[in-house]
Nanobody
Framework: QVQLVESGGGLVQAGGSLRLSCAASGRTSRSYAMGWFRQAPGKEREFVTAIGRSGDSTYYGDSVKGRFTISRDNAKNTVYLQMNSLKPEDTAVYYC??????????????WGQGTQVTVSS
């Protein structure tokens, strides 16, 4: 089992930045691919970004390309999501997820509880 705990959410003005963290514990997560998803009220869950086991491969949803950056520190079992140039439409609960076999296509079998990000206009 792997436990994922997100942190770093909050309220920010449009144009601002936030950095989310996802700390993994339990079974080693170094071989896991990791991803971030978000869900706004009344909307379906949306893929935000993903990163491969070594950090060499990264993927982004079209709505966040050029503004968000995913990274990982395997020594700390932590994945980060740097969010810049935030827009009101980025408001959502952000979830961290892990794919335990780390192979593409990623299929996430562990999920965090989520952290709220609110961007005011």
């Amino acid at each position: 089992q792997v436990q994922l705990v997100e942190s770093g959410g909050g309220l920010v003005q449009a144009g601002g930045s936030l950095r989310l963290s996802c700390a993994a514990s339990g079974r080693t997560s170094r071989s896991y691919a990791m991803g971030w998803f978000r869900q706004a009220p009344g909307k379906e869950r949306e893929f935000v970004t993903a990163i491969g086991r070594s950090g060499d491969s990264t993927y982004y949803g079209d709505s966040v390309k050029g503004r968000f950056t995913i990274s990982r520190d395997n020594a700390k079992n932590t994945v980060y999501l740097q969010m810049n140039s935030l827009k009101p439409e980025d408001t959502a609960v952000y979830y961290c997820a892990a794919d335990s076999d780390g192979l593409e296509p990623y299929e996430y079998d562990y999920w965090g509880q989520g952290t709220q990000v609110t961007v005011s206009s």
